[in-house]
């Protein structure tokens, strides 16, 4: 619905109000037919509690500020948790039973957080619970904030404008056990090769050319001569992972809806997990971008931030390559292989 056509309050008959309003007109028939002063009563007694429906429950709806905690990280196919804050900003009035429902798109989640008394001046907290079965970005467009106070007989409503993001990455699967370690000689062992930075391989004597950052002074003090702290080589620990996103011949046009591009966007997060978490430079080439090598969970971010937005890409468009020795992993639809480059 266009938003400048759109009502500021919404109300719907529950059940129990669809009986109540049926018995209302069929007291109001009776009166009109039988002119009986009781029948009139009733009826004025009926119409009484619809119309205190209306007034009470709009007190319960004025003045509330909500708010959404998105979490960190979210992957397809695993439960999350999304935490809604609800504020009731007047001065003196509660509000009672109030629900509050995501709007993505416009349209309701259908995972309501409830509130069953929101004191003047308080905040309280909440959170649903929720699965989206599909990586990608979901654009949340604000809340749905509605009540059945205080005779459950009407649902009354109004949206709340509430922009947000929420980036699905993909799925984790399990890593096959060929690629849970750095194809020989690279991996988690110690390295011959050294290098001005990484981990400390060894000491040995000062040479000429060598920075005096790695002179380790007690060692030299005890030998009488110059030591030096010799490294690892930490370009022995970068990682790359090369999608191909190249879109085949008769492809869906949205990648989402291949299975087998999906599964190779799976092993690729599950992969860049994996490496992160032992440590190492993991980098990312697809078609048309690439993302460094760089240790650290900023870095797995990055990595499964593009994964969960990866999508065709021209097959025309070049598949950039790493540019220094590195170990790394080709994957596509057709499945993984190891890459040297």
């Known amino acids: 619905m266009n938003r400048r056509l759109r009502l500021p309050r919404r109300i719907r008959p529950t059940r129990d109000g669809v009986l109540y309003i049926a018995v209302t007109l069929g007291?109001?028939?009776?009166?009109?037919?039988?002119?009986?002063?009781?029948?009139?009563?009733?009826?004025?007694?009926?119409?009484?509690?619809?119309?205190?429906?209306?007034?009470?429950?709009?007190?319960?709806?004025?003045?509330?500020?909500?708010?959404?905690?998105?979490?960190?990280?979210?992957?397809?196919?695993?439960?999350?948790?999304?935490?809604?804050?609800?504020?009731?900003?007047?001065?003196?009035?509660?509000?009672?039973?109030?629900?509050?429902?995501?709007?993505?798109?416009?349209?309701?989640?259908?995972?309501?957080?409830?509130?069953?008394?929101?004191?003047?001046?308080?905040?309280?907290?909440?959170?649903?619970?929720?699965?989206?079965?599909?990586?990608?970005?979901?654009?949340?467009?604000?809340?749905?904030?509605?009540?059945?106070?205080?005779f459950s007989l009407f649902r009354k409503w109004r949206d709340v404008d509430l922009g947000g993001e929420l980036v699905v990455f993909p799925e984790l699967a399990p890593v096959a056990p060929w690629q849970r370690s750095a194809p020989a000689p690279t991996g988690d062992q110690a390295f011959p090769r050294t290098g001005r930075t990484g981990d400390v391989h060894g000491i040995r004597e000062f040479r000429q050319g060598d920075a005096a950052r790695d002179i380790h002074w007690r060692k030299s003090a005890i030998d009488g001569r110059l030591m030096v702290r010799e490294r690892e080589d930490e370009s022995r620990r970068r990682t790359l992972l090369v999608i191909d996103n190249g879109r085949p011949p008769g492809a869906a046009p949205d990648s989402r809806d291949d299975p087998s591009f999906e599964r190779a966007v799976s092993l690729a997060a599950s992969l860049a997990a994996h490496y992160v978490a032992l440590g190492f430079a993991v980098g990312l080439s697809m078609r048309g971008s690439a993302i460094p090598p760089a240790p650290g969970s900023a870095q797995l971010d990055r990595l499964l931030r593009a994964l969960a937005l990866v999508g065709w890409a021209d097959p025309d468009v070049t598949l950039p390559l790493p540019s220094r020795a590195s170990f790394g992993f080709r994957i596509g639809r057709d499945g993984v292989r190891p890459l040297q480059a």
């Open 27 to 150: 007291v109001g028939l009776a009166a009109l037919n039988t002119q009986n002063n009781l029948l009139y009563l009733i009826l004025g007694m009926l119409l009484s509690l619809i119309v205190a429906s209306g007034v009470l429950s709009e007190m319960s709806l004025r003045q509330l500020q909500v708010s959404r905690q998105v979490p960190v990280r979210v992957f397809a196919g695993r439960p999350f948790l999304m935490g809604v804050g609800l504020k009731n900003t007047k001065q003196r009035l509660p509000s009672f039973s109030v629900e509050v429902e995501d709007l993505v798109e416009d349209r309701p989640l259908e995972k309501r957080c409830y509130f069953l008394k929101l004191p003047a001046g308080r905040r309280q907290q909440t959170s649903y619970r929720h699965r989206l079965a599909r990586r990608g970005a979901y654009r949340f467009t604000g809340f749905r904030i509605s009540t059945k106070f205080p």
